[in-house]
């Protein structure tokens, strides 16, 4: 039940299915539902097949953002999978080290159990860092291909990604 509205994306073929072509100015904005906040969780999974084009131009190209509890996203400069979860009582801190490759399709997932963050990319570990706690709520939209979505959608936020998301039954996909 959460529907996003895509905003200068393009639907086109994916690595398995369809994804979404995103560019400078494009993402999918969804709008806050507590079944995204995962208050009160202590384990969760981000994952997406991207085909990263490279060539963002902020500091990371998202992947999947709700700003403040959680986003995925490929570091500028290095090409890195990186991700920042903010707990109720943790900063908001960029981490990892694997590398994306461009112009190549990659199975990105990003696990915590709520000791332990794990970034994969084709089912490789590629990091690991201590993280315990619970999420916290937070009002804000969640992005596909963006970040800053505020919480009634309205519009497709920033740090936009550069390549195509594969999209699993229209969303990229987030378990607690």
């Known amino acids: 039940g959460n529907h996003g509205t895509v905003y200068g ?22 709008p806050d539902s507590s079944s995204l906040d995962m208050v009160g969780k202590s384990g969760f999974t981000m994952l ?9 131009t902020v500091d990371h190209g998202i992947v999947v953002n709700k700003e ?11 090409n890195l999978l990186q991700e920042a979860i903010q707990l109720s009582d943790a900063l908001w801190l960029w981490s990892g080290t694997g590398v994306v490759e461009v112009g190549s399709w990659q199975h990105l997932a990003v696990t915590w ?23 916290a709520d937070r009002s804000t939209g969640l992005g596909i291909g963006c970040r800053s979505v505020p919480a009634a959608a309205s519009g497709p936020g920033g740090s936009f990604f550069a390549g195509v998301i594969v999209m699993y039954e229209g969303i990229a996909q987030i378990s607690p």
């Open 9 to 30: 994306a393009t639907s086109t073929t994916g690595k398995l299915g369809k994804g979404y072509q995103i560019t400078a100015v494009g993402c999918i904005a969804v």
């Open 48 to 56: 997406a097949w991207v085909k990263n084009a490279g060539g963002c």
């Open 68 to 78: 403040d509890p959680y986003e995925i996203g490929i570091e500028c400069t290095q």
């Open 113 to 135: 159990d709520g000791v332990t963050v794990r970034h994969y990319i084709d089912g490789a570990e590629v990091f690991t860092r201590a993280l315990d706690g619970s999420f």
